[in-house]
């Protein structure tokens, strides 16, 4: 195969094409690794829905969830980022970007290197003339060169793991970390009770984070009941409590409250993005518990919107985005360990590599007909 098939967005609201790129020559530190699956994010959703902030090079591929084979290797690409080796045929997975090491945030808070100032995107810079490049998942082949582009991280997984569920490290590594930052200020203890707003991917992986890293009791609070609610219960959470037109903010925190009993959870962590989340979240800790806002594109909002009462209920705040280059590695493990213990399959629907498949893809995730579409560039490698 010398040339690769990739799916581009000239732009939000477009419809995906499938374009023709060459296949690039892989030198000494550079890969070329085929996509077996590749998950559909919600920020890939933000992006097509126009909300990026920041100007974006158009026409591009998207997708950064993702795993595959390595199918080509220059000489000098030897192991991945923990000195796993790395050989053609390994199984890897690819985070979306990774801190340079160098600016002032990786140099003097390297806890914080996710809010990196210039962050590698693994293909964000390709011996190609013009897009589109090799730099998303939802295309046949990914390339990563880690001469041109040393702080790029490569991951391999178990032989054994399906590409599928490798596809969901990087979301995972997103709810452990968020996790561990709250366990970096006391805030989530063994046998705490979690609350998780929203049942989307994120969320119904929250459940699992949760209940590896030793929580009591989940709870969720999502919509709607099918398919994410039900797969919610099959992830094991204790209950459920459901969004949709027949509940208000009141009625779901005096549910919450009920089940959980007491004076209210232990730690709420806001996994729904939902402007609104927030000031129903906290009223749904008890006094001194802790908040985890992982809503990348949150807007939370002002004191009228009752914000103040982060001070008078003397919670912890913590704020989570993203993962640095050490969280990815506990995502492999958990999802190695747990790889039987949990419905994984359930969460993920399967959509072919056509333009009509991606735009398939697309519009389920966005109608929440399904939990996590993921789609199969090279589904006969898994």
Request: aromatic share 8%.
């Amino acid at each position: 195969m010398r040339t690769v098939r990739v799916a581009t967005f000239d732009g939000p609201g477009a419809a995906p094409q499938i374009q023709i790129v060459p296949r690039p020559n892989v030198p000494g530190k550079a890969a070329l690794i085929e996509v077996g699956a590749c998950g559909v994010c919600g920020t890939d959703l933000h992006i097509l829905k126009g909300h990026w902030p920041k100007p974006l090079p158009w026409p591009f591929t998207l997708g950064h969830e993702l795993a595959g084979v390595i199918v080509e290797k220059g000489d000098a690409l030897e192991v991945d980022f923990m000195g796993n080796p790395l050989e053609v045929g390994s199984k890897v997975m690819l985070p979306p970007l990774m801190p340079c090491g160098e600016c002032y945030y990786c140099a003097h808070y390297p806890e914080h290197a996710n809010r990196c100032l210039n962050p590698t995107y693994y293909g964000r810079y390709l011996p190609f003339d013009k897009p589109p490049h090799l730099w998303g998942g939802w295309a046949e082949m990914v390339y990563v060169d880690l001469e041109m582009l040393p702080a790029t991280k490569i991951y391999r997984l178990p032989d054994d793991m399906s590409l599928m569920l490798g596809a969901l490290t990087e979301p995972l590594a997103c709810c452990i970390r968020a996790l561990n930052r709250a366990v970096s200020i006391n805030g989530f203890r063994f046998g705490d009770t979690v609350v998780i707003q929203g049942s989307g991917p994120i969320g119904i992986l929250m459940i699992t984070a949760a209940k590896e890293m030793g929580a009591g009791r989940v709870i969720m609070v999502g919509a709607p009941e099918n398919p994410r609610l039900a797969l919610c219960r099959e992830f094991g959470v204790e209950a459920t409590v459901s969004i949709d037109e027949h509940t208000t903010a009141e009625s779901r925190i005096d549910a919450v409250r009920e089940i959980v009993g007491g004076f209210g959870a232990d730690l709420v962590v806001d996994c729904s993005g939902h402007p609104s989340a927030g000031p129903e979240g906290i009223e749904m800790l008890r006094d001194g518990g802790t908040y985890v806002e992982m809503g990348q594109f949150t807007d939370a909002g002002s004191i009228e919107t009752n914000w103040h009462r982060i001070c008078i209920k003397d919670i912890k705040l913590v704020g989570s985005w993203g993962i640095t280059a050490n969280d990815l590695p506990a995502g492999i493990d958990m999802l190695d360990r747990a790889r039987d213990r949990y419905p994984w399959r359930q969460m993920q629907v399967e959509f072919p590599f056509s333009e009509a498949g991606v735009a398939e893809a697309v519009r389920s995730a966005l109608e929440m007909r399904c939990v996590k579409a993921t789609i199969l560039p090279n589904a006969a490698i898994d």
